[in-house]
T-cell receptor, first 116, second 115 residues
Framework: GAGVSQTPSNKVTEKGKYVELRCDPI?????LYWYRQSLGQGPEFLIY????????DSGLPNDRFFAVRPEGSVSTLKIQRTERGDSAVYLCASSTRGQGPFNEQFFGPGTRLTVL | AQSVTQPDIHITVSEGASLELRCNYSYGATPYLFWYVQSPGQGLQLLLKYFSGDTLVQGIKGFEAEFKRSQSSFNLRKPSVHWSDAAEYFCAVGAVGGGADGLTFGKGTHLIIQP
């Protein structure tokens, strides 16, 4: 079956511009995660959705970052007034969610964002 | 807050040789531990995970990892590496309930395979 897809695969923008990054999770996965991976670093947690609501947004670096998941499936990560430091690969993951142990997170290929 | 340390940024191994990648974690309770592999242009792929029970965990592609609570370690091993194992490897720890459900990753170890 189809995995997690992310669009675009690459995005180049200018400092100060607004960008939207899209994630399409695996069908039926209720949990969705966004991570940011800077060069030479491991992925860093940004936000977690359970259904339509953001269950944990503690990883969002500041109020320029916002994410939505209005119908509980596709999610959009929105970055306002982009800065050069926002340049990174933005990863999305999804999982089933229920009682018991951690459920495996399946990752998409990422969107490489470059802010000039 | 939990944290993960991968002490080796790069490791070079000859094809056919054994491999051990180190991972140390910091977490107040019993952790959920994971190893992921990331190949160029590919998404992160789960190799194996530890939740509880047997401390030696078998994964895909011939990898295994051993959880050692006394050393706060979860090292990844493979008895004989193949050229296709060249990639970036990430150790991660998961928090259990009560807050962030996201994973905390180490900085990764870049594995180079020599012919």
């Amino acid at each position: 079956g189809a995995g997690v897809s992310q669009t675009p695969s690459n995005k180049v923008t200018e400092k100060g511009k607004y960008v939207e990054l899209r994630c399409d999770p695996i069908s039926g996965h209720t949990a969705l995660y966004w991570y940011r991976q800077s060069l030479g670093q491991g992925p860093e947690f940004l936000i977690y959705f359970q259904g339509t609501g953001a269950a944990d947004d503690s990883g969002l670096p500041n109020d320029r970052f916002f994410a939505v998941r209005p119908e509980g499936s596709v999610s959009t990560l929105k970055i306002q007034r982009t800065e050069r430091g926002d340049s990174a690969v933005y990863l999305c993951a999804s999982s089933t969610r229920g009682q018991g142990p951690f459920n495996e997170q399946f990752f998409g290929p990422g969107t490489r964002l470059t802010v000039l | 807050a939990q944290s993960v340390t991968q002490p080796d940024i790069h490791i070079t191994v000859s094809e056919g040789a054994s491999l051990e990648l180190r991972c140390n974690y910091s977490y107040g309770a019993t952790p959920y531990l994971f190893w992921y592999v990331q190949s160029p242009g590919q998404g992160l792929q789960l190799l194996l995970k530890y939740f509880s029970g047997d401390t030696l965990v078998q994964g895909i592609k011939g990898f295994e990892a051993e959880f050692k609570r006394s050393q706060s370690s979860f090292n990844l091993r493979k008895p004989s590496v193949h050229w296709s194992d060249a990639a970036e490897y990430f150790c991660a720890v998961g928090a259990v309930g009560g807050g962030a459900d996201g994973l905390t990753f180490g900085k990764g170890t870049h594995l180079i395979i020599q012919p």
